[in-house]
């Protein structure tokens, strides 16, 4: 799932700001932070990122603009749309807004939290994107078993747009992105984006990834 945020990266400026899952440490080495205090702090050092207390999954760099993985499911996309606000607040008038970014898989798409998060930001006409990595299994738990919509670019209805990106190729990432943040920095409000992209191996090292698919899709 590399090329998504890779291809993210490619076309927002410095001034946007990212907030993701615990899944981060791609989004970390994208965003330009050292690894060498990657490392740090998942050795739970005090040079680490969080001065060794956040460790795998609380890691943040507000000099990158990047707010940081989060443990709880779908819970950083409240703290994203905070961030959107901000970006608004402290914006002139009819001068271009940063953006900014919440990424979260399919497995946490239907968290309460990100629908509050969707309304208020629609309401405020907020330059938020709702970013869902759709790798079809939230954890061993396939899209059609928990999603009731598994087009989660739609799930703005009416208040707001959304475009299906192909997450396996990172130039379509980068070209459909940079499309993404033109809207949303114009003051025309909040986007959902999805990108398709496959997850290939198991969640965890505990999950072999194949006891719930079928051997056709497997192999």
């Known amino acids: 799932q590399e090329a998504i945020v890779v291809g993210m990266k490619a076309a927002p400026k410095e001034i946007d700001t990212v907030i993701t ?4 440490h791609g989004h970390m080495l994208a965003y330009g932070m050292d690894p060498k205090r990657v490392m740090a702090e998942l050795a739970g ?38 961030l959107a606000f901000a970006a608004k607040y402290n914006t002139p008038e ?3 807004m940063p953006i900014a970014i919440a990424c979260y898989g399919d497995g ?24 869902t990595e759709n790798n079809r299994y939230g954890m061993g738990t396939s899209t059609s078993r928990h999603s009731c919509n598994d087009h989660y670019y ?26 993404v943040k033109e809207f949303c920095s114009s003051g025309n409000g ?6 398709d992209t496959y997850r290939y ?4 090292m505990s999950d072999p990834g194949t006891t719930y698919r079928t051997r056709e899709e497997v192999g």
């Open 190 to 195: 909040p986007m959902y984006v999805e990108f």
């Open 45 to 82: 050092k005090a040079t680490g990122y969080s001065k060794g207390k956040g460790g795998s999954m609380h890691m943040f760099s507000r000099e990158k603009n990047f707010f940081g993985g989060h443990g709880i499911v779908g819970a950083q996309v409240p703290v994203g749309a905070g």
């Open 154 to 179: 739609t799930m703005g209805g009416r208040s707001i747009p959304g475009m299906r990106i192909n997450g396996m190729n990172v130039l379509a990432v980068k070209q459909g992105f940079a499309a």
């Open 108 to 131: 946490a798409a239907n968290q309460g939290q990100i629908w509050e998060s969707a309304n208020m930001s629609a309401l405020w006409d907020l330059p938020m994107v709702f970013v």
């Open 21 to 24: 899952s615990y899944r981060d």
């Open 201 to 204: 191996h198991g969640h965890s």
């Open 94 to 96: 009819g001068k271009p």
